[in-house]
């Protein structure tokens, strides 16, 4: 699917959501529990189940990036389901924290 | 992404822990949340939401609304006059005004259509509200009027992808602990009052609002609320080290400052941090047009500069170095200068607007915007700001940046608060003039004065008039009026 900033997709296995905060140049399949997430309007397959074996599901706030493709996307919506691109596992994004400035 | 994903995801995120409070008055996130959707029915059509008061619910009620309907909000200084509102608001078409009482009658009569702000929130608060947050990113989220200390405000534009950039760019969702408390004290028509309560809502961090500064009381809340966190304006910073010159109970709970706005004069810094010695200190420069913060000088900096470190001591007058989502350039024409040289600075990043309403956009092919700030970074990077583009006095074709003089005016005993300007003059372009408040019983003079200046500067900055004056004018959130005072010094009186 071609992914654009700002995009929110859903999981099509849980609750989980995203919205898309960096997005490659080309076309990548970003996917939770196993099945390709969805944009609105778009339907479930009636047979997805989570695949577990990914890992565990994305966690409220935080950011998960592949920074050789050029994307991230940040969990608006916790819900099970590992979030894959391309079939890869897409990995937290560290925090740097910095000074408070608010 | 829209402001209001923030907000939703907050109120996911945050359970029954309060999100904001003024007075008593507490709301958690979730409830906020719920008070925008219904608040939204109470504002739908509008083609923008104002903000004329002092900080209370209804400004971030309001600000979450705006963004439900699709409209940008307006926060306007309350102590701007109904016709003064009246010109802000004209082009801004069929706007609804959340007003503090007072206003309100006298709004609603010029047929703005007025709700009050206390009320709006009460009505709010009724019953529960739900809804969709929208998908738009692009649509302007707020129109900020920039503090027009050089020339006429102008409304900066600053979208959803802007706002929701830095607080994504800058803060870590909910990674506040459950103490943490955050006294916001800002004017909520001033960029940091936006970002104050975007980032600690997004943080999970506690907001407590003060209707309006006022020394004494932040330095009560502080110690009543268990205040951990505080963003405050440099001439807050003196009225606050008066306060605690008044007894030893110091502060224990405050964990942070950050300060910014204006230019901290060094013995104000020097003297809070001497006041406050367990607190983490950060500098945070931006502009209304960057989404606030874009450069830091962070606590680790502070305390190198108290350990005695020249280096460190000689950076406490930057302002730390840009955010790692921020880029800078500083140019002398359309070229970049070397590091070291001083030139305009230009910034870029995603939180950048630098779009101002009914005007070309200022960002140049590439997406730089010139903050019109003068200034130099140093060879780690660490940004020094010399002062306005407008402010910088040309006398005999050199370049003289005002803040430098003042900075050694302010080291003259007698002398209270200063205004370097350039005025007009026929044989060097411009000559420099000083308007000085004397401390009180002070009885120095022009002449004393200027010898001060030219022994530690030279002869080419001091300053050719000296003229002494009562007072002089700040916007409220410190930052003198220098169009002001050269207008009154060019107008004999």
């Not at chain 2, 900080?55 to 109904?82: C, H, K, T, W």
């Not at chain 2, 802000?88 to 005004?97: R, S, W």
């Not at chain 2, 680790?300 to 170095?321: I, M, N, T, Y």
């Not at chain 2, 002089?472 to 169009?483: A, F, I, M, S, V």
Request: hydrophobic residues 40%.
């Amino acid at each position: 699917m071609q992914l654009r900033p700002g995009l929110k997709l859903n999981s099509a296995v849980s609750d989980a959501q995203v919205v898309v905060v960096k997005a490659p140049a080309g076309e990548v399949e970003l996917a939770c529990g196993g099945w390709p997430m969805l944009a609105e309007g778009e339907a479930a397959d009636a047979a997805a189940t989570i695949d577990g074996s990914l890992g565990e599901g994305p966690l409220l706030g935080k950011r998960y990036a592949d920074e050789d493709l050029g994307l991230e996307v940040l969990c608006s919506r916790a819900g099970d389901g590992a979030l894959t691109v391309d079939g890869r596992v897409l990995p937290v994004k560290g925090a740097k924290p910095l000074p408070s400035s608010d | 992404m829209n402001l209001l994903l923030l907000l939703d995801m907050a109120a996911a995120g945050g359970g029954d822990e309060v999100a904001l409070q003024v007075g008593d008055d507490q709301l958690s996130a979730a409830e906020l949340l719920s008070a925008v959707w219904r608040a939204g029915e109470l504002v739908d059509g509008a083609s923008a939401v104002a903000y004329v008061g002092t900080n209370g619910l209804g400004f971030p009620v309001g600000l979450f609304a705006a963004a439900a309907v699709g409209a940008p909000f307006v926060p306007l200084n309350y102590r701007l006059s109904d016709d003064q509102l009246d010109e802000l608001l004209g082009p801004l078409g069929d706007v609804v005004i959340i007003a503090e009482g007072g206003r309100v009658d006298a709004l609603a009569a010029r047929g703005h259509r007025v709700l009050e702000g206390d009320r709006l929130v009460a009505q709010a608060r009724q019953g529960s509200g739900a809804g969709e947050v929208p998908a738009d990113a692009e649509h302007p989220a707020v129109l900020l009027h920039t503090s027009g200390t050089t020339s006429a405000p102008k409304a900066a534009v600053l979208r959803h992808r802007h706002l929701t950039s830095y607080v994504i760019g800058t803060v870590e969702f909910g990674a506040a602990d459950r103490e943490e408390a955050a006294l916001v004290s800002v004017p909520p028509y001033h960029v940091a009052g936006l970002a104050n309560l975007l980032s600690n809502l997004y943080l999970g961090r506690r907001i407590v609002y003060l209707r309006q500064f006022e020394a004494e009381e932040w330095v009560s809340t502080v110690r009543r609320e268990g205040v951990t966190h505080a963003m405050v304006v440099p001439t807050m910073l003196a009225r606050i080290a008066d306060v605690l010159d008044a007894d030893d109970a110091g502060l224990p709970s405050l964990r942070a400052i950050s300060y910014g706005g204006s230019r901290t004069p060094s013995t104000v810094l020097q003297r809070i941090m001497d006041r406050l010695p367990e607190v983490a200190f950060t500098n945070a420069y931006g502009l209304t047009e960057t989404s606030s913060t874009i450069a830091v000088l962070g606590p680790d900096d502070h305390r190198a500069a108290r350990s005695g470190d020249p280096v460190a001591v000689g950076r406490l007058a930057s302002v730390g170095r840009v955010l790692p989502t921020v880029e800078v350039q500083v140019r002398e024409g359309d070229v970049a200068v070397a590091i070291g040289q001083p030139g305009e600075i230009w910034v870029r990043g995603e939180q950048v607007s630098g779009e101002y309403r009914g005007l070309d956009p200022s960002l140049d092919p590439e997406g730089w915007f010139p903050t019109r700030d003068r200034g130099w970074v140093d060879d780690e990077g660490y940004l020094f700001i010399e002062g306005r583009s407008d402010d910088t006095i040309i006398r005999g074709g050199e370049n003289i940046a005002p803040s430098e003089i003042e900075e050694v005016l302010l080291d003259h005993p007698d002398v209270a608060q200063c205004a370097v300007v350039g005025v007009p003059d026929e044989e060097w372009g411009q000559r420099i003039a000083a308007a000085i408040v004397l401390e009180d019983g002070a009885d120095a003079d022009a002449d004393g004065i200027r010898d001060f200046v030219r022994q530690r500067l030279r002869g080419s900055k001091t300053p050719d008039e000296v003229t002494f004056v009562d007072e002089l004018p700040y916007t409220e959130t410190g930052k003198l009026l220098r169009r002001v005072v050269l207008s009154s010094l060019l107008t004999p009186s």
